[in-house]
């Protein structure tokens, strides 16, 4: 084999693919956008013409691909030495910083003009100021600056619900805001949870997480308190407009649940944890994650079930 033909080999195997490029959107994060805006478009006391749903939907979804691609552009730096992020497509080689720049900015742009103009404007603005606050107060500022930048960060990600009922009402309402306040305050304890057995990786990249400034045992205090405060606002949501018999039954198991494993964290020293790899933590973070979807799920059970006069009190 020619030296010409195994420099052409090393060249494609080097080449981005559109995996990579669509790695740069954060997928997941971006299902739980999807998710999330659709229970809030859904959730709206307004009939939604499918098409026009439709494209409200996957504009604000590719506003949070725009957002991921933005925040591993700024991240690049320290995706490289965290384990859970260097394979991502820019410290691993397959994408460069540049291109993720670009594909972001021009994404952020064509998903803000295209839901303005499918909906209305004040969507289109809410999902402008989202990627903002993601991008510039998140991802640039509070992440390298403050233990509570996962706390006040939580708010980007808080708003998907807000802007799928303002595109399907074109106005806001307290429901919208019991959804973000939802997503907001599970997100610290969900975060802290994956820190207690990250620690390592946030030390390494000097990212100020409260693991990292305050301790661990600090940690499990927080999980415990701000779990506490998310029972009761959820438990709460259920006598609201969005809430109803089935959504409460399915927030008291889950909070229970919840509690349960804050409790538990809260009880653990370092030695336990360290013994079982992180077992409790571990699971804590797992059930976070189908807390949130059981949640929303709930809700947009209790839309479906209005139009045939059984959702809802």
């Not at 996957?58 to 991240?75: H, P, T, V, Y």
């Not at 103009?117 to 403050?146: D, E, H, S």
């Not at 997503?183 to 975060?191: A, E, L, R, V």
């Not at 029972?231 to 198991?253: I, N, R, W």
């Amino acid at each position: 084999m020619s030296d010409a033909s195994i420099n052409a080999s090393i060249l494609r195997e080097d080449e981005a693919s559109f995996g990579d490029y669509f790695a740069l959107l954060k997928p997941r994060v971006m299902s739980l956008v999807v998710f999330t805006a659709f229970v809030g478009l859904l959730a709206a006391p307004v009939s939604v013409h499918p098409v026009i749903g439709f494209c409200a939907i996957l504009f604000i979804a590719i506003g949070g691909g725009a957002s991921g691609a933005l925040n591993m552009w700024w991240d690049a730096d320290i995706d490289k030495v965290m384990k859970r992020t260097k394979g991502r497509p820019i410290p691993a080689g397959k994408v460069e910083e540049g291109e993720a720049l670009s594909l972001g900015l021009a994404l952020s742009g064509m998903s803000v003009i295209m839901l303005a103009l499918a909906t209305n404007l004040l969507a289109g603005a809410f999902l402008a100021f989202t990627i903002f606050f993601y991008v510039v107060v998140y991802t640039m500022w509070l992440k390298r600056a403050t233990p509570q930048n996962i706390v006040i960060g939580g708010a980007a990600g808080a708003f998907p619900p807000v802007i799928g009922w303002i595109a399907a009402t074109g106005s806001m309402s307290v429901e919208p805001w019991l959804m973000f306040a939802l997503t907001f305050m599970w997100t610290p304890p969900h975060f802290w949870a994956l820190a207690l057995f990250m620690r390592s990786d946030y030390d390494d990249a000097g990212v100020p997480m409260l693991t990292v400034t305050h301790g661990r045992r600090a940690t499990r205090v927080h999980i415990l308190v701000y779990t506490i405060l998310l029972a009761l606002l959820a438990v709460g949501t259920a006598f609201s407009g969005v809430g109803g018999p089935v959504y409460l039954a399915v927030s008291l198991v889950l909070n229970a649940l919840f509690l349960r494993g804050a409790w538990k964290i809260w009880r653990r020293d370092e030695d336990d944890s360290e013994k079982d790899n992180f077992k409790a933590e571990r699971s804590f973070f797992k059930l976070s994650l189908l807390y949130l979807f059981l949640h929303f799920g709930a809700i947009l059970v209790e839309a479906m079930l209005k139009p045939f006069g059984l959702g809802g009190w």
